[in-house]
């Protein structure tokens, strides 16, 4: 019953900006953490960045810290990633997933959305 769907990828120069949104269906995203991961071609999903329910903690992964910021809008109708100073290796399809905190969010998930394909390339 939980469906996301992200927005936003785009074909990008390195150096440049994306912001992405993560949105659900018909409802509010007020109850859940949200985190965003990220599959490069012929590789694993990995996490990006996370936002706590409350929206009072983010985290992020070190490859992104000071370059990717996770935030909610004020009626927790999305959640959105920021993303600036792009690098080649940024490249790939983006997904966002929901859980009750974000020590579990993306675990044990299997109801991913399309995705969003963000490529960063000269």
């Known amino acids: 019953q939980l469906q996301l769907v992200e927005s936003g990828g785009g074909l990008v120069q390195p150096g440049g900006s994306l912001r992405l949104s993560c949105a659900g269906s018909g409802f509010t995203l007020d109850y859940y953490a949200i985190g965003w991961f990220r599959q490069a071609p012929g590789k694993e999903r990995e996490g990006v960045a996370c936002i706590s329910s409350s929206g009072g903690s983010t985290y992020y992964a070190d490859s992104v810290k000071g370059r990717f910021t996770i935030s909610r809008d004020n009626a927790e109708i999305a959640v959105y990633l920021q993303m600036d100073s792009l690098k080649p290796e940024d490249t790939g399809v983006y997904y966002c997933?929901?859980?009750?905190?974000?020590?579990?969010?993306?675990?044990?998930?299997?109801?991913w959305g399309q995705g969003t394909q963000v490529t960063v390339s000269s």
């Open positions: 997933a929901a859980d009750w905190e974000c020590s579990s969010v993306g675990v044990k998930y299997d109801n």
